[in-house]
């Protein structure tokens, strides 16, 4: 009996366990370990043509929040600055009021009914990629994710390719 329990409570914990997003825009390889800044500097309400109030979350790909920001970029742009190591990143973007914890959860949007727009994401204030966000009922998502992978660095490559000779030549 003890371990149909344990069972259920497992089967039920694993029924709530958060996933990676779904819909995304992979913008590939973006350099090596070190540090990065990610803007969404030049983001517009398509609907009316405004610039739009945005807000953006980083997590690793296990799914722990980095970090978020909602005005820390140009006018009501958002901005992350941060230094990263190898691995897969996710970034959640919305608009204004958003709500960001670990497990990939972004929530709050204020979109209007009928607001939709582009949000540009930019790495070390390079234009990366763009996807548009909105109210559901214009078709849109309230919420875009981008996804980026940092490579190990040069020496750490050197190091693994090193290894690699090594374990070559005592297999001779």
């Known amino acids: 009996m003890k371990t149909i329990i344990t069972i259920a409570a497992i089967t039920a914990m694993a029924g709530t366990a958060a996933a990676q997003p779904t819909v995304f825009l992979d913008l590939g390889v973006i350099g090596g370990e070190g540090n990065y800044t990610f803007d969404t500097n030049g983001s517009f309400m398509t609907s009316s043509g405004f610039d739009m109030d945005t807000e953006l979350g980083l997590w690793d790909n296990a799914g722990m929040l980095l970090g978020n920001d909602d005005d820390g970029g140009d006018g009501l742009w958002s901005l992350i600055n941060i230094d990263l190591t190898a691995g897969m990143y996710w970034l959640g973007g919305s608009e204004f009021n958003s709500d960001f914890a ?10 209007e ?8 994401m930019n790495i070390n204030t390079v234009f990366a990629g763009s996807q548009t966000a909105g109210n559901l009922d214009t ?11 940092v490579v190990p660095a040069p020496a750490s490559l050197a190091l693994l390719g090193l290894g690699g000779l090594v374990a070559t030549r005592r297999r001779r």
């Open 102 to 111: 670990d497990g990939w959860a972004m929530t709050g949007s204020q979109f």
């Open 113 to 120: 009914p009928g607001e939709f727009g582009e949000i540009n």
């Open 139 to 149: 078709g849109y998502e309230p919420v875009v994710w981008f996804k980026v992978t």
